[in-house]
């Protein structure tokens, strides 16, 4: 079953906003990450939120975690037109293995120069 | 150079025939996955393997089969009971240690006619 809905489905922002995307889920989980994906490429991976961290820094990236409402938002700050590319939050499932993801359906970002 | 390298990056078949799709991977991890994307979407898993001649069934299994007889190579096969063939396929692997974050292939597209 799908785990992680990302919201907005798609953003577009001129550069130098800030994008802020957010991912709801439904199960009790031990982590959650935040994927990027240029067109036609593979993932890459941006970030990992354990289950007892509120919130994260990676350079302009903030994400922030909060169980109790089984969401989780990812900002990017200061956005550049290469930010443009679809963002996937995905999660395990703490009564599950934890080899074994579940990737929502994406957030497109369209940052216009 | 460490990766995961997936070949080739488009394919074309003929339903009713059956097509392997290969993934290579030198960063001596321990689980692989398969993915698949249809456009728009999210991933779903296909199938994933923890360790060598071992592997589980994901969430859309049905139509598709894979082997890993060898830690690097975790090649899946399309065949033709697969009713929508066509997708995009991504290859994933983690580490053992930490099987959060996973490493992604650049993909194959295949189109089934």
């Known amino acids: 079953s799908q785990q992680g809905e990302e919201d907005p489905q798609a953003l577009s922002i001129q550069e130098g906003e800030n994008a802020t995307m957010n991912c709801s889920y439904k199960?009790?989980?031990?982590?959650l990450q935040w994927y990027r994906q240029n067109s036609g490429r593979g993932l890459v991976h941006l970030i990992l939120?354990?289950?007892?961290?509120r919130e994260k820094h990676s350079g302009r990236l903030r994400v922030t975690l909060d169980t109790s409402k089984k969401s989780s938002s990812l900002l990017i700050t200061a956005s550049r037109a290469a930010d443009t590319a679809s963002y996937f939050c995905?999660?395990?499932?703490?009564?599950?293995?934890?080899?074994?993801?579940?990737f929502g359906k994406g957030t497109l970002l369209t940052v216009n120069p | 150079d460490g990766g995961i390298t997936q070949s080739p990056k488009y394919l074309f078949r003929k339903e009713g025939q059956n097509v392997t799709l290969s993934c290579e991977q030198n960063?001596?991890?321990?689980?692989m996955y398969w993915y698949r994307q249809d456009p728009g979407q999210g991933l779903r898993l296909i199938y994933y393997?923890?360790?060598?001649?071992?592997?589980q069934k994901g969430d859309i299994a049905e139509g598709y089969s894979v082997s890993r007889e060898k830690k690097e190579s975790f090649p899946l096969t399309v065949t033709s009971a697969q009713k929508n063939p066509t997708a995009f396929y991504l290859c994933?692997?983690?580490?053992?240690?930490?099987?959060?974050?996973?490493?992604f292939g650049p993909g194959t597209r295949l189109t089934v006619t």
């Open positions: 994933a692997s983690t580490s053992s240690g930490t099987p959060y974050e996973q490493y």
């Open positions: 199960t009790s989980i031990n982590n």
């Open positions: 939120i354990r289950s007892n961290e």
């Open positions: 995905a999660t395990d499932d703490s009564g599950g293995s934890n080899y074994k993801l579940t």
């Open positions: 960063l001596n991890h321990d689980a």
């Open positions: 393997s923890q360790i060598v001649n071992d592997f």
